[in-house]
């Protein structure tokens, strides 16, 4: 074997020890990546490297709008809009048998719409809809198992953090990739939807009927998500529609979403100056990855991993959708493990180079887009996959008193909803490039 991809292999392989003792995702990848090439290129090559890395990796103007998209979600979390949204999916949806939890998964997707966080989804969405389904008597396992899966609804459907940062990593189209993501993100939660209506049908005892509302609080409560749509309109729609590319969309977003929460009284100095500091954590923190991403990556394609992990499967004689399901089960175990833009960042670098030497039948373009779906949706399946499962955890911290075994108990048949979307769009890759093709990008 090589001794540069010996080197590499071995570099992997501290990787994973450094990430089991919990070292922080970024550190680990900076350690690895810059010890790498300074083993094979000499301390020279990587202080020279460092000198420019940070600017060149940070300049790139398609980054900029990550903190945009975070900051937009951070102050919709503290404007109202999870309430607004929770109360008219309840109007519309409650009153059926599981209506309850259809509504907050309804709810959980609008405010994904809003925010394109799972995480902050999960959490804000719990707040909102948990006190409700306790209210109407529905199951433990079932009332959480909802608002985590509902979660995950967020990291698809646009605008998404994790979305961008794919499109970055393997030079894809961002307008194109949200767009891709609409029909997909539509079908989870028709299919969450579904699932509900069959799970309450097996035991109707754990989601009762709500009760229908008036009249009025029925109009009043559609009327409420007008703010909501009309962000979504201006966001979402002008991308699609060329108005202006995705970071002059998240600045319109903020102003949007800002001027709904000042008009509502729902934040003040205190509460934007916090929005800001999450904000600024959060942007910090995605970036330390992004840029160990980077000084990994580097390491790996000096050590010539990725190109012997490619020609290793390519001359495995396996076909491409026995090679695909590989890389698709590895990204749910990879999942389990770490959150889902450390997994981006470090599996897409490794995995991508194998499925472009694939045949498909389908354009390089095409390709980026549907694989590109397809792992964001094995993302979402680490979010709510034991052990770590870290909507579950956001879960279980607002409902302590339900056994996290209960949880995922109760997030089991959305896990079997989303393989069933991983299936369809697997064999069916016309679910995701059909939007794509009629707006044309």
């Known amino acids: 074997m090589d001794s540069h991809l010996l080197t590499g292999l071995i570099g992997l392989a501290v990787l994973v020890a450094l990430i089991a003792i919990r070292v922080p995702i970024a550190h680990a990848m900076m350690i690895v990546g810059a010890g790498g090439v300074a083993l094979l290129s000499g301390p020279g090559i990587l202080l020279s490297q460092l000198k420019t890395l940070v600017y060149s990796q940070f300049s790139i103007y398609d980054l900029s709008v990550l903190p945009m998209f975070v900051l937009m979600g951070n102050i919709a979390s503290r404007s109202g809009l999870s309430k607004d949204l929770f109360r008219a999916a309840n109007a519309w949806l409650g009153w059926m048998r599981g209506g309850v939890a259809m509504a907050a998964i309804a709810a959980c997707a609008g405010f994904g719409a809003v925010c394109g966080s799972s995480l902050a989804t999960a959490s804000t969405m719990?707040?909102?809809?948990?006190?409700?389904?306790?209210?109407?008597?529905?199951?433990?396992?079932l009332a959480t198992g909802t608002l985590a899966a509902g979660g995950v609804l967020g990291i698809l459907i646009p605008p998404s953090v994790v979305l961008v940062v794919y499109a970055i990593v393997v030079e894809a189209s961002i307008v194109q990739m949200f767009i891709a993501a609409f029909v997909p993100g539509f079908i989870a939660v028709a299919m969450f939807i579904i699932t509900i209506a069959i799970y309450v049908r097996i035991a109707p005892s754990a989601g009762p009927r709500g009760d229908r509302v008036a009249r009025e609080e029925f109009i009043s409560a559609t009327i409420g998500v007008a703010p909501v749509a009309g962000i979504f309109g201006a966001v979402i729609g002008g991308i699609y529609f060329g108005l202006f590319n995705p970071t002059p969309a998240a600045a319109v977003g903020v102003f949007l979403v800002a001027l709904v929460a000042v008009f509502r009284r729902a934040i003040d100095f205190a509460g934007a100056k916090e929005a800001l500091l999450d904000t600024a954590r959060t942007s910090g923190m995605i970036y330390l990855i992004l840029l160990g991403a980077q000084l990994l990556n580097i390491f790996m394609?000096?050590?010539?991993?990725?190109?012997a992990a490619a020609a290793l499967m390519v001359d495995s004689g396996l076909p491409p959708m026995a090679i695909l399901w590989i890389l698709l089960f590895a990204l749910i175990v990879l999942g389990c493990l770490m959150d889902s833009l450390s997994m981006i960042l470090l599996a897409i670098?490794?995995?991508?180079?194998?499925?472009?030497?694939?045949?498909?039948?389908?354009?390089?373009?095409?390709?980026?887009?549907?694989?590109?779906?397809?792992?964001?949706?094995?993302?979402?399946?680490?979010?709510?996959?034991?052990?770590?499962?870290?909507?579950?955890?956001?879960?279980?911290?607002?409902?302590?008193?339900?056994?996290?075994?209960?949880?995922?108990?109760?997030v089991a048949p959305f896990f079997a909803s989303e393989m069933l979307r991983v299936v369809l769009i697997v064999y069916f890759p016309v679910l995701s490039l059909w939007l794509p093709k009629v707006l044309g990008g």
Do not use: C
């Open 126 to 141: 719990g707040q909102v809809a948990l006190p409700e389904l306790r209210r109407y008597k529905y199951s433990p396992a």
């Open 301 to 307: 394609a000096r050590g010539g991993v990725p190109q």
């Open 349 to 410: 670098p490794f995995f991508w180079p194998v499925i472009a030497e694939l045949d498909f039948g389908m354009s390089p373009n095409d390709l980026k887009i549907w694989f590109g779906i397809l792992a964001l949706i094995v993302v979402e399946l680490g979010l709510i996959t034991p052990p770590v499962g870290m909507n579950v955890f956001v879960i279980h911290s607002l409902a302590k008193d339900v056994p996290m075994g209960q949880t995922f108990l109760g």
